[in-house]
């Protein structure tokens, strides 16, 4: 009888848990359609609108302008992580390792984008006279270069995701993928370092507009307004957006080294993939903030 009870506990968690994939999928599809359809729209109206309506190289369209190119690439990305979750792959290796590289690269290139723009923002507001000095088109250009030398020369470790010559692209990594204790370290350090910059950035700003905005006019108190709900906005999508999926990695990470139990793995590994529908929803939401 024990062992009939084992077999019936056991039967019952593969269906719970083959319920729960099938949830978590549903989930994507419904959350990655209207990210790629909706980011597509936004960031192509966002780059209409820097080079037609403004016309203008400023410090703040050149990280805007690197900040669409980055989105755009991750939403190229999604369209081929959407097909290679319904179909088998068969497009060959190493087109799979290059767009896994576009894909997780390319979310901490937005990532230090967003923040470079946070700090750009705080030296005009708060630092006003030395605004000549640290702020020009030309130096946010070499910025956005650094970046992406940064960001390109370190997608080294993501065309190594896989063992072996058979590739499910986007999930099934191998096990040494999850040993690179460097790898997660960097992620995480990167993360966090940009979210502390950004949010220290933004308080500063709204601070020296609630200042300004006591002695200003009725008209540039609502000008000062808007402004306050942009930088908070900013701020509350990017903590949004990425914070989930950094804590997700980090337990992740923790439960494959067998800090955290092995019971919390399966939920850990709904958590990632949850988490990671969230963050891509970054992509639509630079457009329209």
């Known amino acids: 009888m024990p062992y009939l009870q084992q077999q019936n506990y056991r039967q019952e968690i593969i269906r719970m848990s083959s319920s729960v994939s099938h949830g978590v999928h549903l989930f994507q599809v ?38 669409i190119f980055s989105d755009c690439l991750l939403l190229f990305s999604l369209t081929f992580k959407m097909s290679a979750y319904i179909n088998t792959w068969g497009l060959g290796r190493p087109f799979c390792s290059f767009l896994e590289s576009l894909y997780f690269v390319n979310m901490y290139g937005s990532i230090l984008i967003i923040m470079c723009i946070s700090v750009d923002r705080y030296i005009a507001v708060r630092h006003p006279f030395l605004t000549k000095s640290l702020r020009s088109p030309l130096k946010a250009t070499l910025v956005c270069a650094a970046v992406w ?132 929803i970054n992509c639509m939401l630079d457009g329209i903030c």
């Open 30 to 67: 419904i959350v990655r359609i209207p990210t790629f359809s909706l980011g597509l729209l936004f960031n192509l109206s966002a780059l209409w609108i820097l080079l037609f309506k403004i016309r203008k190289w400023t410090e703040i369209t050149t990280y805007m302008g690197s900040l």
């Open 149 to 280: 030398t940064i960001i390109f020369g370190s997608s080294a470790e993501s065309y190594k995701l896989h063992d072996g010559t058979h590739v499910n692209c986007f999930h099934s990594f191998s096990y040494g993928t999850w040993e690179k204790v460097h790898v997660v370290a960097t992620m995480e350090t990167l993360f966090v370092a940009s979210a502390l910059i950004m949010t220290f950035c933004s308080i500063e700003i709204v601070r020296a507009i609630k200042r300004r905005r006591r002695d200003s006019l009725e008209l540039q108190k609502q000008s000062n307004n808007k402004s306050v709900k942009i930088v908070l906005a900013n701020l509350f999508t990017f903590l949004i957006c990425f914070v989930p999926y950094h804590i997700a990695v980090l337990l992740y990470f923790l439960v494959r080294h067998g800090t955290i139990p092995a019971d919390y793995r399966e939920p850990l590994r709904i958590f990632v993939q949850v988490s990671l529908c969230v963050a891509n």
